[in-house]
């Protein structure tokens, strides 16, 4: 290594800004992430999410039934550069059928965009969201989308983000109008007022600006509402607190910005607002020890597998967050829990489905490995260290599916299919300890619509899912002072008609009903039976290769 080496490291940390974008479905936080992408000149052209047979789609939305459908259901991620700044901005899915995605997300980005529906206001799946971010005290910026519409009063938006979501509220942009009197935003900051004229193909930097806040022409020329508008900042003013960096970097703090995505409108000031507030990468926890992001050494997080983003080669990628050091292309890495070495020479950057070669990476970077079934999600990828990264979530699921494939002969490309999604987290896939009618388990019946739709399209099987009796999943686990391995077994033995086996082998007991598990769990009282596995399960990995 270069004696400049850590500083260059260093330097480079500091201009990494990883976020992600989260909402409720339809709040339009897939536009926005376009309009982002459209502003950065990272992209020339947006598409429009709402025209799916149109030809253009949404950059990010690459999946065949998230262009038909219109809705993301899969995140994505694209890195741009905007003012001296690398952004790292990960797209995630809306549908609540597909949190657990967006929460594995959530673990690798050090702030969110939140968007809201400027006329539903806070709404279930942000609630959900929030109460990740709020877990982890991810910094939270919120964007109130749509104000073009007729919507509600800015004021009850502001009170009801403070009740609902428990944060105080900076304001840093305010409106003018709404619907057909929309006339802009005034930037509370800046002191100055962008003037809202409607088209989604408006480039940056053309809308007008007015300097100042207190022009009596822009009374005249914009009206009650503008007089409306100065009314409602002079009570914000009074009642909202100061903008604290330390409330917001906790996530005790939002700032909070007003505009209308599909126009182009008031994204200018989100994106220099992410840049400038947005912290660049923190250190990380492993259960070994805290690692620095400055650290000369690379390590890093699989947070996302995604099988056939490019559907004619197959492929299948690991979706890696940097933690430290600096990655360059072939270093020798070691994958912790299989202590298998890497030399990755085709890791990738994204654009969504557009990719690039890359040279190098840094701690805040997203980075993809073509892998074929060497990476699992939660693996830690380091050049040699013993270390783990904790925190990636993987919920016990709430619906159960058969799924038997249509023709015999295709028996091994069902398998096969499900093995891959079941390992990139698109379903849970079980394996009945006994009897060959594989299970599916999801948050929501969306998935099994798509996981078929899939296997059809991507896998050519197409698939009869039919309803399952179970209803709970409970992992189990028993620690080495109660028997260990020995315990397990008996367990799984004596329950062999209920266990099954997931995508990372790790025993799972399936019932019918809740009363049936606090039975099981007063007569096997050393087996632990978690609602909630963190990562590829190390502890289930060693209990079961013996």
């Known amino acids: 290594m270069s004696t400049d080496q850590p500083s260059r490291i260093q330097s480079e940390v500091r201009r990494r800004r990883t976020f992600a974008i989260i909402s409720h479905p339809d709040a ?181 600006v007015l300097d100042g806040l207190d022009n009596p022409a822009y009374a005249e020329r914009f009206g009650m509402q503008y007089e409306n508008a100065q009314s409602e900042i002079e009570l914000v003013n009074e009642a909202a607190p100061a903008f604290s ?14 505009g209308s995505a599909v126009n182009n409108f008031g994204v200018q000031e989100v994106l220099d607002a992410l840049v400038e507030l947005a912290p660049p990468p923190a250190e990380r926890a492993a259960m070994q020890r805290v690692v620095q992001p400055e650290e000369p050494k690379f390590t890093g997080v699989v947070f996302k597998i995604q099988a056939n983003m490019d559907p004619a080669h197959r492929d299948r990628i690991a979706f890696l967050r940097v933690a430290s050091g600096h990655f360059e292309r072939g270093m020798r890495l070691k994958v912790v829990r299989s202590g298998k070495e890497l030399r990755p020479n085709t890791v990738v950057s994204f654009l969504s489905q557009r990719r690039e070669l890359l040279d190098e990476a840094f701690a805040g970077d997203i980075i993809g490995i073509p892998n074929h079934g060497v990476l699992q999600l939660g693996d830690t990828i380091t050049e040699g260290e013993a270390l783990q990264y904790t925190g990636l979530p993987f919920f016990a699921p709430e619906m159960f599916r058969s799924v038997e494939v249509a023709d015999p002969l295709k028996t091994k490309q069902l398998r096969e299919g499900l093995r891959q ?126």
């Open 28 to 208: 339009g936080k897939t536009t926005l992430t376009e309009k982002l992408l459209l502003f950065s000149g990272a992209i020339q052209i947006a598409g429009s999410v709402k025209a799916r047979k149109a030809t253009r789609h949404a950059t990010s939305d690459w999946m065949e039934i998230e262009k038909q459908r219109g809705i993301s259901v899969a995140s994505s991620v694209m890195q741009m550069e905007y003012r001296d700044c690398v952004i790292n901005l990960l797209d995630t899915p809306g549908h609540q059928d597909f949190s657990e995605d967006t929460y594995r997300v959530l673990t690798a980005v050090d702030a969110a965009l939140m968007v809201i529906d400027a006329a539903n206001g806070v709404e279930p799946q942000t609630r959900r969201l929030l109460q990740v971010c709020r877990a982890r005290n991810t910094p939270i910026l919120t964007f109130v989308n749509k104000m073009d519409r007729e919507v509600q009063d800015p004021l009850a938006l502001m009170d009801e983000i403070e009740q609902e979501l428990g944060m105080t509220v900076v304001p840093f942009t305010w409106p003018v109008g709404m619907g057909k009197h929309f006339h802009g935003v005034m930037d509370l900051r800046q002191k100055r007022m962008r003037v809202f004229s409607p088209g989604e193909d408006r480039a940056a930097g053309t809308e007008e």
């Open 245 to 258: 960096e330390s409330d917001f970097l906790t996530g005790r703090q939002t700032p909070m910005f007003f």
């Open 421 to 546: 999604l079941g390992e990139e987290g698109a379903i849970q896939v079980f394996r009945p300890e006994a009897g060959s009618v594989l299970l599916l388990g999801a948050v929501g019946q969306l998935q099994f619509e798509v996981v078929a739709h899939r296997l059809e399209h991507e896998y050519k099987v197409k698939a009869r899912i039919t309803a399952a009796r179970y209803n709970v999943a409970r992992w189990v686990t028993c620690d080495e002072a109660d028997g260990g391995e020995k315990e397990l077994r008996r367990f799984i033995d004596h329950n062999a008609h209920r266990v099954a086996w997931d995508a990372v082998n790790a025993p799972t007991v399936l019932l019918e009903y809740a009363g049936e598990l606090r039975a099981m769990q007063e007569n096997w009282p050393k087996i632990k039976f978690h609602a909630l596995r963190e990562h590829a399960g190390l502890v289930f990995q060693k209990q079961m290769d013996a």
